[in-house]
Every structure is written in C-alpha cells, then in structure tokens.
C-alpha cells in the first residue's frame, strides 16, 4: 500500500507539531509531502530536515533567503509568501491537507485544496466560521471529505459513524470552561494574558487559548458544528464538563445519545483524522475511571462569558455576522496578546463591531473577503481608541 502524503498547513504550531509526532510514529502509513509557516523559519528547517518534504512554504517573505539557504541543497523546494501557499495548497501530489493555519489566513489555501479536490483534515475552524457555505458547498460538489481535527466535532465524526441513514436531533458540545470557570466580572476584569493562557486541560497555540478562556472558543465551534454536520442552531447545544472527558454527544431522533471519550489529547482526534476510517495503535496514556469518580456537567454562565451569548446571536443570524465577530475576535485577541486591552474589553470590541459593519444575507466569497477587512479596520480603531 502507498503512503498517504500529508500537507500540513501550519507545520510549526501546536496541531502542526502534534501532527509530525503522530506521522513520526507510523512511517510506514504517511510521508509529508508540503510544511507551511507563518514565520518560524528555524523550526520549518529542522522540521524539513527531519521529514523531508518536497516542498516547504514560509509566509514571511523576509525569512526565504534563510529557508532557501538550509534546504535547496536538500532537494526540498522552498517558496514564500501567501500567494504560494495557495498555489502549493492546489498540487495533486498531496493525498490530505491538514489545514492547521490559525485563522482567516487558513481559509484561502483550504478552500483551493478542496476546489482542486484534495480532502482536508480540518483543524482552522475560523474557515468555517468565516465561509461554511462556500467551503462545504465547494466540498460537496468536488465530493471530498473534511475531516474535523478539533476534539469536539471528531468526537461527533466519530459517533455518527455507522448511522449514515439515522437523523441527528442534537448535539452537545462539550465546553471544559477554561481557566476562569466560575469567575465572575469584578475577577476577569483584571486578568492579564499570562493567566489567560494556562488552560487546565489543554496546551494549545496563544489564539485559541485566549478564546477558549473567553468561552469564545465555544461558540465559533458552534457555528463550526453546524457547517461540518449540516445543523440548525437550535440543535446545538454547549455544556460544560470541566474533566474533558466526554469530547462531545449527538442525541439522535430516538433519544440515544451517543458520547465519546478519553484523555484529553489532540493526538487522538489529529491520528483519527489522518488515518480515517482506520484506527491506528498507539501508545498514548489510557483513561482510568479510577483517576475521575465523578464527570460533572453545568451550564455555561453566559451573562459572564458573554462571547458565548454573541456567538449564538451570531449563528443563529448567520449571513456575514459569523465572518464579522471571528475579524474582530482576532483583532481583539492580538491586542490583548499584546496587553494593550483589557479582558473584557474583548467582548466590547466585538459587539460594536457587529453593530457597525453592513450586515449582508447572502455573501460571495469576495464579501466574507471584504467583510473581514472592513470588521478588521473598524476592530483596530476602536482598540486604538481604547489604548
Ligand atoms: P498555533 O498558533 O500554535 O499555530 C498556527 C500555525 O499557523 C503556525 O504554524 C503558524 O506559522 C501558522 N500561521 C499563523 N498565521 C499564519 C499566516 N498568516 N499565514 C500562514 N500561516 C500562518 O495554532 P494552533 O493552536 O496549532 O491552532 C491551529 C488551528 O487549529 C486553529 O484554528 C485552532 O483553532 C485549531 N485548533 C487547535 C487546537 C489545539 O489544541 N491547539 C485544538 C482544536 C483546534
Ligand atoms: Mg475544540
């Protein structure tokens, strides 16, 4: 059997990392074809030494020369800026993208691998959040899969396998609350980024950890869930369960609720999509009942953590409003990264900037495009008035 040759699209972060650990342990099954980064050029080099891709891609097209210098005589071919992500993002010669950009930047080289008809392992769901109409659109008509990286909706990937025929009433998506579960205003209003990224359960990249201490991280999966599933927004729903077990649930017309579980790991949901349909051996730890007497649930406090509420106006609405919060969320989160806005000024930033950008029912590619930069613009001047 040929070996799957994998793109990884954001090589150098944290699912990008985890990816290769995972590809590193099954060398018989995947062979990288394409590594792509921002701008960690040192990394991309040991990464391309150690894997020996084809080709490798750097964003920053400050850093070519210094890629170039390390891998030409290697045989890898290096090129650089977004325009080349793009057009690498289209070769045949990858059998599976695993899209692993952060961010609106993710969504043009994923949707020119699925227009060219190369199925994705999807871990950017800000592409979903931004454009799901277009990209599942684009998907169906060239018939390729896109395969959920992020835990929860593997962990419904998974439980919807075998019951192809079968209706979803709902899903739960399990929230493990972050790291001010139970905080109220008067705690959030002075906490600094560094508090901000240390998550309980998890080591993820500084975007999603700063969304998932703001519950934001819950509703853009919300509305990722109901690209990836084809859901209403009344049948999804969010609990926490602050153990991270339970990745997440589908409730079918029956009543059944299918749940599935495990450590909290993202090499798990990252080798299943890899390896999808099959289930590979590893020798990750193994869940232990004996280690969690009791798995609790409650309900978000969305008055507190009021990213969630906006994101569920938001899908519920949908059109460009999705595209709107996610432009101005990264703005707010890169300000607050930056200690130039305080947490909970996040929140405030985003809900004036859905009040001001143009609302529009059904959006072309060109104006999720436009709506970003305009949601961008108007997010950035508001921070500026704010610092
Ligand atoms: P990260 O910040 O650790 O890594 C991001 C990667 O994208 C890096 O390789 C970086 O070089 C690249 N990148 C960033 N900006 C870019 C740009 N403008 N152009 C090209 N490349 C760029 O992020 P991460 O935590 O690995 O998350 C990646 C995606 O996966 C996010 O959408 C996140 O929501 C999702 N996700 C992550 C986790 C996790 O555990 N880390 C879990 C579920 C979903
Ligand atoms: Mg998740």
């Known amino acids: 059997m040929s070996k799957k040759r994998i793109g990884i699209f954001g090589s150098t972060g944290s699912i990008g990392k985890q990816a290769?650990?995972?590809?590193?342990?099954?060398?018989?099954?995947?062979?990288?074809?394409?590594?792509?980064?921002?701008?960690?050029?040192?990394?991309?080099?040991?990464?391309?030494?150690?894997?020996?891709?084809?080709?490798?891609?750097?964003?920053?097209?400050?850093?070519?020369?210094?890629?170039?210098?390390?891998?030409?005589?290697?045989?890898?071919?290096?090129?650089?800026?977004?325009?080349?992500?793009?057009?690498?993002?289209?070769?045949?010669?990858?059998?599976?993208?695993?899209?692993?950009?952060?961010?609106f930047a993710g969504l043009a080289p994923t949707l020119a691998a699925i227009d060219q008809g190369t199925p994705v392992a999807l871990a950017n769901k800000e592409t979903l959040v931004v454009a799901g109409d277009i990209v599942m659109a684009a998907a169906a008509r060239k018939n390729v899969p896109v395969i959920p990286?992020?835990?929860?909706?593997?962990?419904?990937?998974?439980?919807?396998?075998?019951?192809?025929?079968?209706?979803?009433?709902?899903?739960?998506?399990?929230?493990?609350?972050?790291?001010?579960?139970?905080?109220?205003?008067?705690?959030l209003i002075n906490v600094k980024k560094d508090h901000a990224l240390q998550h309980p359960n998890w080591s993820m990249g500084a975007k999603i950890s700063i969304d998932s201490a703001t519950l934001m991280n819950k509703g853009l999966e919300m509305i990722e869930a109901k690209w990836l599933f084809g859901l209403e927004a009344e049948q999804i729903e969010v609990i926490v369960h602050p153990q991270s077990i339970i990745h997440s649930m589908v409730q079918f017309t029956d009543g059944s609720l299918k749940a599935q579980m495990g450590l909290p790991d993202m090499k798990l949901p990252i080798q299943y999509a890899l390896a999808y349909p099959n289930r590979l051996d590893n020798e990750f730890p193994?869940?232990?009942?004996?280690?969690?007497?009791?798995?609790?649930?409650?309900?978000?406090?969305?008055?507190?953590?009021?990213?969630?509420?906006?994101?569920?106006?938001?899908?519920?609405?949908?059109?460009?409003?999705?595209?709107?919060?996610?432009?101005?969320?990264?703005?707010?989160?890169?300000?607050?990264?930056?200690?130039?806005?305080?947490?909970?000024?996040?929140?405030?930033?985003?809900?004036?900037?859905?009040?001001?950008?143009?609302?529009i029912e059904k959006p072309t590619l060109h104006d999720y495009y436009q709506t970003d930069a305009a949601a961008r613009e108007h997010a950035a001047s508001l921070i500026n008035a704010l610092t």
């Not at 920053?60 to 993002?89: C, H, T």
Request: with cysteine.
């Open 20 to 103: 290769l650990d995972v590809i590193a342990a099954h060398p018989q099954l995947f062979e990288v074809e394409v590594l792509t980064a921002n701008s960690n050029a040192d990394l991309l080099i040991t990464q391309a030494l150690q894997f020996k891709p084809n080709a490798v891609v750097i964003a920053d097209e400050s850093k070519y020369n210094e890629v170039k210098n390390v891998l030409f005589d290697k045989g890898i071919k290096v090129f650089a800026g977004s325009q080349a992500m793009i057009e690498v993002a289209t070769w045949s010669t990858i059998d599976l993208m695993l899209a692993a950009i952060v961010g």
């Open 149 to 187: 990286v992020d835990s929860e909706h593997s962990a419904i990937f998974q439980c919807l396998q075998g019951e192809p025929m079968n209706k979803i009433e709902k899903v739960i998506l399990t929230a493990s609350g972050g790291p001010f579960l139970g905080k109220k205003t008067n705690y």
């Open 286 to 359: 193994r869940f232990n009942f004996k280690n969690y007497p009791s798995l609790t649930f409650e309900q978000p406090d969305v008055k507190t953590f009021r990213n969630l509420a906006i994101s569920m106006d938001v899908l519920k609405k949908g059109g460009n409003a999705p595209c709107i919060m996610n432009a101005a969320n990264e703005e707010v989160v890169h300000a607050f990264l930056k200690n130039r806005i305080g947490f909970l000024q996040m929140t405030e930033v985003i809900e004036e900037t859905l009040d001001k950008i143009l609302f």
